[in-house]
């Protein structure tokens, strides 16, 4: 399998602060890899240095390798990582709450890297046949879980090779998040490549085939999920 993404010994950080340390993971094509571990371990300060957010003008930096399909984008603009095929859910959403769903979806279209175009906003509704019934409707008048489906959604009509997802469950109520995590299935056996970031253990483990554990923004655990313990589970997850 081809290896998509691969860090290596990464370390960001927030003006002085030193965030993540001498990260290293790796994501095949076809992978659905997760990211966990509790609140402010790194997980999403991980998703912002792949896609370029840490911001040198206030002296954010990174140090390392982050290689996407072979070649280092550390220092890469975040324009130009996301013209290289990843797309990013950020956790919060961040739909444009005046424009209609359909609209959001529209906006967010690209044909990805060497014209990979395999979503448009038919093969959307189908995955998400709620979507569809709230074409019209303004996103801030949709659910949290609505909200959120259409901003998986909107990384789909980018056509990434790549797709980044934080924290999709936060906030949502149960039946809703095993919505999502039969979405996130589906996706994943239509061939798409995903790495997310959890704090549900239960979710990450429904819909991830390999997973890492952070701390303190580094890496403490790292095995396919079907190999990770009540014990490993406990330790650097539990309450
Ligand atoms: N913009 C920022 N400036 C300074 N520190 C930050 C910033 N964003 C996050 N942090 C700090 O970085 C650490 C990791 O945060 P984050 O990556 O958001 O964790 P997680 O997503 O795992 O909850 C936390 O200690 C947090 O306070
Ligand atoms: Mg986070």
Redesign the pocket.
């Known amino acids: 399998m081809k290896t998509i993404l691969e860090l290596k010994n990464v370390n960001s950080y927030?003006?002085k602060?030193h965030?993540l340390f001498d990260l290293s993971l790796e994501v095949k094509e076809g992978q659905s890899v997760c990211?966990l571990?509790?609140?402010?371990?790194?997980?999403?300060?991980?998703?912002?240095t792949i896609m370029g957010l840490l911001n040198p003008k206030v002296h954010?930096k990174t140090e390392g390798e982050i290689l996407l399909n072979g070649n280092n984008i550390v220092g890469l603009t975040n324009f130009k990582i996301a013209n290289l095929g990843i797309a990013y859910v950020p956790?919060g959403r961040h739909i444009f709450p005046n424009l209609t769903t359909k609209e959001n979806l529209l906006i967010a279209k690209k044909t990805g890297l060497n014209g990979r175009n395999d979503w448009d906003i038919d093969r959307i509704y189908q995955l998400f046949p709620r979507l569809k019934e709230r074409e019209t409707s303004k996103g801030n008048k949709l659910s949290g879980g609505e909200q959120q489906m259409l901003a998986v959604a909107r990384g789909l009509m980018q056509n990434p090779d790549l797709l980044l997802l934080?924290?999709i469950t936060e906030g949502l109520a149960p039946i809703i998040v095993s919505q999502l995590a039969d979405i996130v299935k589906e996706l994943i056996k239509q061939g798409v490549t995903i790495l997310l970031?959890e704090?549900s253990v239960k979710f990450a483990l429904s819909v991830s085939e390999d997973c890492y554990i952070?701390e303190k923004?580094s890496v403490v655990h790292h095995s396919p999920t079907s190999d990770l313990t009540d014990d490993v589970i406990e330790k650097y997850l539990g309450a």
Request: neutral net charge; charged residues 25%; without cysteine.
């Open positions: 927030y003006g602060s965030i990211l571990g509790r609140n402010g371990v790194g997980k999403s300060t991980t998703m912002k954010d956790q934080d924290e970031a704090q952070l923004g």
